[in-house]
């Protein structure tokens, strides 16, 4: 099945700076890349995604990259602020198939 | 729309006794739901998928006779957590897919969760 790896667990970043995530998969069938943002307590938020026929979406300050060759895709926040701070999680699905998470980025945006 | 709900939103049993939550979408036909585990600082871990009126297929390492999901109808999944342990207090999340025209594709929708407190 599919396997998910996300570096880092843990970023601090100062406010105005930006923060890259980067996640790995296993199965090259995956097809659909999203990614969450979880605060304490609260359910995940979809807060961007893309799908393998493309190489990268951006939404304002947030922007993701898929390297197919590489099975890795990689979630760039500028311009970061405080409450930017959250856990993000990556995941990645095959098909119509279970869609499995990253361990989760713990990101802090200090003032 | 696409909105998930849950119910509880935590509950404290005691040890031994069994715990139901619901997972409700509301205004849109849930074909596919999905139900996680999460524990303290870690990441989400599916337990089940569960296609509507179809037995919920779960992950290797999950005891259906323990965690009993029933998917009856297109807007409510259950999650019932028979003879609960110390070792079962979690966040559990339910999230919802479909493939009715006029929702994205490939996206899971949420549930707020429910916190599993078995003392």
């Known amino acids: 099945g599919e396997n998910v790896e996300q570096h880092p667990s843990t970023l601090s970043v100062q406010e105005g700076d930006s923060a890259v995530i980067k996640c790995t998969y296993s199965?090259?069938?995956?097809?659909?890349f999203p990614w969450y943002k979880q605060e304490l307590g609260k359910r995940p938020q979809l807060i961007i995604d893309i799908r393998s026929n493309v190489g990268e979406k951006k939404d304002q300050r947030i922007a993701v990259t898929l390297n197919k060759t590489a099975k890795h895709f990689s979630l760039h926040i500028t311009e970061t602020q405080p409450e930017d701070s959250a856990v993000y999680f990556c995941a990645a699905r095959v098909n119509n198939n279970d869609m499995r998470f990253g361990a989760g980025t713990r990101l802090t945006v200090k003032p | 729309g696409a909105v998930v709900s849950q119910h509880p939103s935590w509950v404290i049993c005691k040890s031994g006794t069994s715990v139901k939550i619901e997972c409700r979408s509301l205004?849109?036909?849930?074909?596919?739901m999905f139900w996680y585990r999460q524990f303290p600082k870690q990441s989400l871990m599916l337990m089940a998928t569960?296609?509507?009126?179809?037995?919920?297929?779960?992950e290797q390492g999950v005891e259906k006779d323990k965690f009993l999901i029933n998917h009856a109808s297109l807007t409510l999944s259950t999650l019932t957590v028979t003879s609960a342990h110390p070792e079962d207090s979690s966040f559990y999340i339910c999230s919802a897919r479909t493939n009715l025209a006029g929702f994205p594709r490939d996206e899971q929708f949420f549930g707020p969760g429910t916190r599993l407190t078995v003392l």
């Open positions: 199965d090259s069938a995956s097809n659909y």
């Open positions: 205004d849109f036909q849930a074909t596919t």
């Open positions: 569960s296609n509507e009126g179809s037995k919920a297929t779960y």
